[in-house]
């Protein structure tokens, strides 16, 4: 059967695929979306994005639509069985250094369903639901992509230059490539509540984390009338141990006891397994895998949901600048040496926590009655816990890391607001950026400016001169997902060195026309 070709083909429309699909349309890029459901999945899930996810949003273009379903959360308190606080990280609520709050807590549903409405924005991109992806098959320097239409039973077969697997834990697409999971050795079953409620609890609005390891648990407020708990289940239970309310109740009482029962609305309750996976591979030719389909990680970190728009914010760039012939086909090998290891630093993080917060028996809980309210102590521990930074990225061909003293490369530059209340995500927007703490001449400006390219020169005293400083930096180079690809004494080595790559639609405004404090 003949078909035309598309650029990209993403299965699935979860938050990863419809993150990739509206990156690469402000892009200019095709892409066609296929999704088995009609509509959104209708069942609550992730629950929390941080800072550097926060910053994904805002840059496909529904930052302020999010904020109005979004509670920022306050931190996270640890407490004992007994509801005490151990330890406490206060998380400011009005952002850091990701220039958004740094735990944002949410409905998944409402999540997505902003997410597809802004699809309508981008014609470059067609979302069909109510299919179901039979096969996928490299031929002929493209992949054929088989699938039915669930309604009319109707076999249809569409090729595309790339097709991005983005279709969750029992991904079609992984297995197609013949690509498996590892097993990264946890494994904890858990019952998942949904409540909504117009009453006040009037507890403290961040994460609590009960380390118990004979109930372990976790409660936090996700909106203004919802609330998620979490229970860890003992060997035996069940969700069906737990259909409604009254059996729910001597878990939730600790919260409620003083709420009227009448005002609950008992929107779900679910039974899910919690695991740390990684696919031993991340692509195969011209297919990758993003999101669930590629690692799964414990809820501890509230990091599931976020890196898989992680991963497709740092894959669509490169995906776009090769359909469009200005970047080299090789910056695709970048994509899984950057993220898998990211990946898997995370998940060993939420394993780490996991354990450290539910296992040991009655040990554990001295021990931790014992440390847990000294951890402020530990030098570092706080600022690592609050300060919205993940790990850096690993050396790559798009990551200059020298390979004794760290530096910049690799990590994520900060998102400081500047004059006329723009932030540095504003000003990049999408393409490549030179920082440098020195003028530029006219030569090097000219380059930057006809290769598409943006400069910054921070002011004395900002947030974003001071990093540069303190890392010892005069100059690096940024990639369009706000990475520091490399480090430089001058930045005209840099200039020379920027790709022509033409700017993103979601460029906010022209050099021409930049605040005070960039060149």
């Known amino acids: 059967m003949s078909s035309p070709t598309i650029p990209v083909v993403i299965v699935g429309a979860g938050p990863a695929g419809l993150t990739a699909a509206t990156l690469l349309a402000q892009y200019g890029i095709e ?46 308190r640890l407490v004992d069985p007994s509801h005490r606080v151990l330890a406490q990280f206060d998380r400011d609520p009005t952002g850091g250094r990701n220039g958004f709050p740094e735990a944002n807590l949410f409905d998944q549903p409402e999540l997505e369903a902003l997410l597809r409405a802004n699809l309508e924005r981008y014609p470059a991109v067609t979302l069909r639901g109510g299919v179901e992806v039979a096969a996928v098959k490299s031929e002929n320097g493209c992949v054929r992509v088989d699938f039915d239409d669930r309604i009319t ?12 697997g983005c279709d969750g834990a029992n991904s079609l697409v992984r297995d197609a490539i013949g690509a498996r999971m590892q097993d990264l050795r946890f494994e904890q ?24 390891p ?9 909106g203004g009338t919802r609330y998620r708990w979490e229970f860890r289940l003992r060997p035996g239970e069940t969700a069906a141990d737990y259909p ?4 729910l109740w001597p878990l939730l009482a600790p919260w409620l006891e003083e709420t009227d029962r009448e005002g609950l609305e008992l929107v779900r309750v679910a039974e899910y397994t919690f695991r740390a996976q990684l696919a031993d591979r991340w692509r195969s ?51 899984e040496p950057e993220r898998k290891p990211h990946a898997r630093a995370m998940i060993r993080l939420a394993k780490v926590t996991g354990v450290t917060m539910t296992e040991g028996g009655e040990l554990g809980n001295r021990l931790r009655d014992l440390i847990a309210p000294r951890l402020h102590l530990m030098p570092g521990l706080t600022r690592m816990v609050t300060s919205g930074e993940s790990p850096p990225l690993h050396r790559s061909a798009l990551v200059a890391a020298p390979r004794i003293r760290r530096g910049l490369a690799g990590r994520l530059i900060p998102n400081e607001r500047l004059a006329e209340g723009l ?48 890392a010892r930096a005069v100059a690096v180079l940024v990639r369009p997902d706000g990475t520091v690809q490399n480090c430089a004494g001058t930045p005209s080595a ?15 405004h022209t050099s021409s026309a930049s605040p005070e404090g960039t060149d």
């Open 31 to 76: 892409s066609l979306v296929l999704e088995r459901w009609e509509g959104v999945y209708p069942q609550p899930r992730a629950v929390h994005l941080d800072g550097e996810i926060r910053r994904i949003v805002e840059c496909l273009g529904i930052g302020e639509e999010f904020d109005a379903i979004t509670r920022p959360a306050l931190g996270l």
């Open 153 to 164: 039973g109707r076999a249809e077969s569409v090729r595309a230059n790339y097709v991005l």
């Open 494 to 508: 840099l200039c020379a060195s920027l790709p022509r790559f033409a700017p993103s639609a979601r460029r906010a």
């Open 285 to 335: 030719g011209r297919v990758f895998l993003l999101g669930d389909a590629a690692h799964l990680t414990p809820p501890f970190v509230g990091q599931g949901m976020g890196a898989g728009l992680r991963d497709a914010a740092n894959l669509s760039w490169k995906l776009a600048g090769v359909l469009r012939g200005e970047l080299p086909d090789s910056v695709l090998d970048t994509y």
């Open 244 to 247: 409604d309310l009254a059996r």
């Open 214 to 222: 004979r109930r372990a648990a976790t409660y936090m407020r996700i």
């Open 189 to 212: 079953r858990w019952l998942v509540v949904d409540i909504a409620t117009t009453a006040e609890p009037g507890h403290w609005e961040g994460v609590h984390q009960v380390c118990d």
């Open 423 to 470: 932030r540095v995500d504003d000003i990049i927007a999408g393409r490549y950026a030179v920082i440098t703490t020195l003028d530029l001449s006219p030569r090097d400006r000219t380059i930057v400016e006809q290769r598409g390219g943006a400069v910054l020169r921070p002011e004395p005293g900002t947030a974003l001169h001071h990093w540069l400083r303190r």
